[in-house]
């Protein structure tokens, strides 16, 4: 069977991308890239090749993440019915908290900020404020088509993360375990799109 032009390239990508989630979240911030290289089965040339440094490849592991997570966001579904969208987003963001794997490397990269500003920098803006300003934007076009009345969309989009993520978010920092079951967190995630909505839909 012939190979499909990148194919290749996408799935070491994934690999490596993968790797370098439980490698710097068993080693944290300092762990080599040569680590990484070994752990998703290629050399570290490679993994230079893909990402020139330690602060690109983490930009690229959050930007991932956050394509995930804010998939609900966009499309014609979103805007047909934007209280589903906002639920199922918030669903998103809290299977991202509640997963093991992506917390525990958020931990070593907050132990590691200090030593490494520059990753720390490059972690948030591709993560927690890329997400922010999707929501916003979002948030901005339901407005613009007469859905909702949304002032200060950068300011609601805090609201409805904060909103979500706070409790989750520490006990998930702090190892601790979750204090919900999968269903208690999606009526969570659905009552937070609906008081959301009473607060801002015309």
Known sequence: MPRIPGQIDVAKTEAILDAAVEVIGERGLAAPMEAIAK??????????????????????????RVERVTAPLRGQDAVDNPTA???????????TVITNKSYSMMRVVMMGAGEMPDVAQEVYEAGPLSARRQLAAFLKTETELGRMKVED??????????MILGHNQMRALLRLPSDKTPEEFGRFAREAAERFMRAYAL
Not at 85 to 95: F, K, P, T
Not at 153 to 162: H, K, L, P, T, Y
């Open 85 to 95: 969208a906002l639920e199922a987003y918030a669903r998103s963001l809290l299977e």
């Open 153 to 162: 969309c950068d300011q609601a989009a805090e609201f409805f993360s904060g």
């Open 39 to 64: 752990r998703a089965g290629v050399s570290k040339q490679t993994v230079y090749n893909h990402y020139g440094s330690k602060a690109e490849l983490m930009r690229a592991l959050m930007q991932r």
